[in-house]
């Protein structure tokens, strides 16, 4: 799972904090390296992966609010609650222990120094009420769950019981979301490696993703097609492939 620092002159948001006790206090010292005032964190979606750790953090940087829209912060409260079992069974003795709940955010426009940060609901993908954020200004979108590179979509939450095809297809939507914004780079939160991607090809693994999650065959895919699935193929591509956000 990846965490994300957008930070200006002086200030910075945390978009994400993991759930394990150990990674929590790895990231809260990779905000302190920064040498930045963290202001706020903000959790994507309400799965525990993504704010467990925000009270790790919050101990080097209390002033921080920890904010959320209101339908990740019902899940959240869910996650925290009658999941808790789940979370301490994948992952016994290393769980957060001091976790707080996000706050419910009444402005989905955050300045961060005067530059928005936009927080974007995109409907249910790997569960309810998922978000994305979106930072027009260097055409950044951090993902969250919404967007995967190299993992296979999480399908098995099922918080809101309905149809398989029918959570595909939200998931899709989600996806087309984060395509309308037309962002530069993005960031996807489970992938192989730590690093933000152009979104180019951001968006061929998004339309694997996709294809996967439509149960088609990819060559049938128009968007892969227009947008290079081949580059994505080749292995040279790969090799020169340079991320253009820090
Ligand atoms: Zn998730």
């Given at each position: 799972m990846s965490a994300t620092l957008i930070y200006g002159e002086r200030d910075a948001i945390l978009i994400d904090a993991p759930h394990l006790e150990e990674q929590s206090r790895q990231v809260a010292e990779w905000v302190l390296a920064s040498g930045k005032n963290l202001v706020a964190m903000y959790a994507t979606h309400g799965h525990g992966d993504h704010w467990f750790g925000f009270s790790e953090v919050a101990k080097h940087f209390p002033d921080a609010r920890m904010i959320a829209t209101e339908g990740t912060v019902a899940l959240a409260e869910f996650t925290a609650g009658q999941r808790m079992a789940f979370w301490n069974s994948q992952f016994p003795g290393q769980i957060v222990k001091d976790?707080?709940?996000?706050?419910?955010?009444?402005?989905?426009?955050?300045?961060?120094?005067?530059?928005e940060v936009r927080f974007v609901e995109a409907g249910d993908s790997d569960g309810p009420d998922t978000t994305f954020v979106h930072v027009p200004s260097i055409g950044l979108v951090v993902a969250g769950d919404i967007v995967y590179n190299g993992v296979h979509p999480y399908l098995a939450g099922?918080?809101?019981?309905?149809?398989?095809?029918?959570?595909?297809?939200?998931?899709?939507?989600?996806?087309?979301?984060?395509?309308?914004?037309?962002?530069?780079?993005?960031?996807?939160?489970?992938?192989?490696?730590?690093?933000?991607?152009?979104?180019?090809?951001?968006?061929?693994?998004?339309?694997?993703?996709?294809?996967?999650?439509?149960?088609?065959?990819?060559?049938?895919?128009?968007?892969?097609?227009?947008?290079?699935?081949?580059?994505?193929?080749?292995?040279?591509?790969?090799?020169?492939?340079?991320?253009?956000?820090?």
């Open positions: 976790i707080v709940l996000p706050e419910v955010i009444d402005d989905y426009t955050f300045l961060l120094e005067g530059e099922g918080e809101r019981a309905r149809p398989l095809p029918e959570r595909r297809a939200d998931w899709i939507a989600a996806i087309d979301k984060i395509a309308a914004v037309h962002p530069r780079a993005a960031s996807p939160a489970w992938r192989r490696a730590l690093r933000h991607h152009p979104w180019r090809r951001v968006l061929v693994l998004a339309e694997f993703q996709r294809v996967a999650l439509a149960g088609q065959p990819w060559w049938l895919s128009p968007p892969l097609k227009r947008y290079g699935a081949r580059s994505h193929q080749s292995r040279s591509a790969r090799a020169t492939y340079r991320p253009n956000v820090r």
